[in-house]
């Protein structure tokens, strides 16, 4: 694997060299000032290992970076598989971001090689990592989904502009101006949240997998997921009979789907519990038709914040 990453950057290098000369080609044909034209080819290229990092970047980053998110859009970001050209721009990147801990081994494996600066972002957020992973097969393994926590995605915006100023420190107040119009937007949300969820006839929240345990703990609800902490970690007959029981006792409502997640399992607990289904978004990776809509982290948050009052009976 050492020696296939270390060939593809040769030829990244090999390509990048090329591109260079013809660039330089240019140059010495060209009338705009060398100076000029150095100030704008000076964005930092950023990877994000998926939707909400990538997100935080360009909000923070603004039109001095170019942020590339390895996860495609309406694709899952747990167990992401790398294409050559993707480990290429990775190795490249002025600075990588991802969660760390194991939540995209094939990410953190590349990074490995990289030169440059990579921020783990479950290593520095105030999460109880108590030196755990994050393992589809273990139930008391490390849960990644912090993105969906809003004080800890402010907190993600902050490590983010540490990152890009350190990176870049002409953008310093650049970076530091857009990081607290996002953190503001955050704040906000976080209080619609916790008024929002302050007075409910239930707490007990059913999800497709396990994906809302930080927000949960935020706002003082409880989760159970249909999936485990990762979508592939699929329900026995045993623990979907006892998910139904739950259901029942609690009065719940609705069990919550995901749009990239098959809906199967959670569509068979509604049934046998008699309660009906609704979409939820985890926010690992926005659909095409999403963005296609303008959809972002803040605009997918308050849908959510709806459908969990709707859900919640919340007043
Ligand atoms: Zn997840």
Request: charge should be negative.
């Amino acid at each position: 694997m050492r020696l296939i990453l270390i060939m593809e950057r040769t030829v990244g290098t090999v390509r990048r060299r090329a591109w260079l000369m013809a660039a330089v080609t240019v140059a010495a044909v060209s009338v705009v000032p060398a100076a000029v034209a150095q100030a704008a080819t000076q964005r930092q290229d950023v990877v994000a290992s998926f939707y909400p990092l990538a997100y935080a970047a360009e909000r923070v980053g603004g039109n001095r970076v170019d942020v590339a998110n390895l996860t495609p859009a309406g694709a899952e970001p747990h167990d992401l598989e790398l294409t050559p050209k993707q480990i290429d721009q990775l190795l490249d990147a002025d600075l990588v971001l991802d969660l760390g801990r194991n939540f995209q081994p094939a990410v953190e494996k590349a990074s490995e090689q990289r030169d440059g600066p990579t921020v783990k972002l479950l290593d520095v957020l105030p999460v109880k990592t108590g030196g755990k992973t994050v393992d589809e097969d273990d139930p008391e393994a490390l849960d990644p989904h912090v993105w969906l926590d809003p004080v800890l995605m402010g907190d993600i915006v902050t490590h983010v502009q540490r990152a890009l100023a350190r990176a870049d420190p002409p953008g310093r107040a650049t970076y530091r101006r857009n990081a607290d119009a996002f953190r503001a937007e955050l704040a906000a949300l976080d209080t619609r949240f916790s008024e929002g969820l302050a007075d409910c006839d239930r707490k007990l929240i059913v999800t497709a997998h396990e994906s809302f345990g930080h927000l949960a703990r935020r706002y003082g609800l409880q989760q159970e997921g249909v999936a485990g902490l990762s979508p592939d970690a699929e329900p026995d007959p045993k623990r979907l009979a006892d998910l139904a029981d739950l259901v029942e006792r609690n009065g719940v409502t609705v069990v919550f789907t995901e749009e990239l997640v098959s809906p199967r399992i959670a569509d068979t607990l509604a049934r046998e519990a008699g309660v009906r289904t609704d979409v939820l978004d985890p926010l690992e990776g926005l659909s095409a038709s999403k963005q296609q809509r303008g959809a972002t982290y803040t605009s997918v948050m308050s849908t959510n914040l709806a459908k969990l009052r709707d859900a919640l009976g919340c007043r």
